[in-house]
């Protein structure tokens, strides 16, 4: 047996020890003592820092709409991370990231400035990037890894017929609008169409779930250890190639520089 393959089955036997011994006992302490309760969709007023995200979101569609001006600069997810492949396989997801759990993305964020000097406001961040959706597209139904996590959408290039651009979580179904908050709970099943024949491009946020000390320390490890997975690395490793191949400099900043406690 080779050294490389040797070191994938301990990290893979890392992963489920991990799994089995810290994983889900964290998660049935993050679900019995969550502050904002348990819910396929939260109001945003119950999260006060909102409003100052919802109040700059003309500043970032300004600068979203100059990184559309060059598409073919921005991957689709699948090209990013290949565990999107369940969801999608061509082009009508594409992603550009900002945070993936708590690693800057160091060249996209000096990109998008007023973005990121926003996004790193919000208490608890750990993933960012925008997530633009092509005209008649869909996406399955699929969840996500852990409920450590709540999960945030910003509109910002919302269809004319927006109530045929919308996402179900669990039997609750939503859409959204521009300038606008929608805040769910992944580990809901979930579903997106566009049934529409234009974009849809929303500010796709990841951000700790509102917890007590202290299982939010433990809350805060369990993540920690997850930006570490191999999940993870894929894709700051495939930004930072895909920014060297489209000339645009340097990606991944394995450092965490963004405020990961309160709520």
């Not at 809350?219 to 191999?230: C, E």
Request: one cysteine or more; charged letters at 25%; proline letters at 5%.
């Amino acid at each position: 047996m080779n050294r490389h393959m040797s070191v994938k089955l301990v990290v893979k036997a890392a992963n489920l020890s991990f799994y089995r011994i810290l994983y889900r006992p964290t998660e049935w302490l993050v679900r019995r003592f969550s502050s904002v309760g348990l819910h396929p969709f939260f109001d945003p007023s119950e999260f006060g820092w909102i409003p100052r995200i919802e109040a700059g979101w003309t500043s970032m569609r300004d600068e979203l709409r100059a990184l559309l001006r060059e598409r073919e600069r921005i991957p689709s997810f699948h090209e990013l991370s290949q565990v999107q492949l369940k969801i999608t396989r061509d082009d009508k997801w594409k992603t550009y990231w900002l945070y993936a759990c708590g690693r800057k993305m160091g060249e996209n964020c000096r990109r998008c400035p007023e973005t990121t000097r926003l996004i790193e406001a919000i208490p608890g961040i750990k993933t960012a990037f925008f997530s633009i959706l092509a005209a008649r597209a869909h996406l399955p139904e699929h969840t996500g890894p852990y409920a450590g996590v709540l999960r945030y959408h910003l509109g910002l290039i919302v269809p004319r017929q927006k109530e045929a651009c919308r996402i179900r979580v669990g039997s609750d179904v939503a859409h959204w609008e521009e300038g606008r908050s929608v805040v769910f709970d992944d580990t809901y099943m979930h579903e997106v169409w566009n049934d529409t024949d234009e974009e849809r491009v929303v500010l796709f946020v990841d951000f700790a779930r509102p917890l007590s000390f202290p299982v939010s320390m433990l809350n805060d490890a369990v993540i920690w250890l997850f930006s570490r997975s191999g999940y993870i690395q894929e894709i700051v490793e495939n930004v930072d190639e895909w920014n060297r191949q489209t000339g645009t400099g340097t990606a991944g900043e394995p450092s965490m520089t963004v405020r990961t406690s309160g709520t």
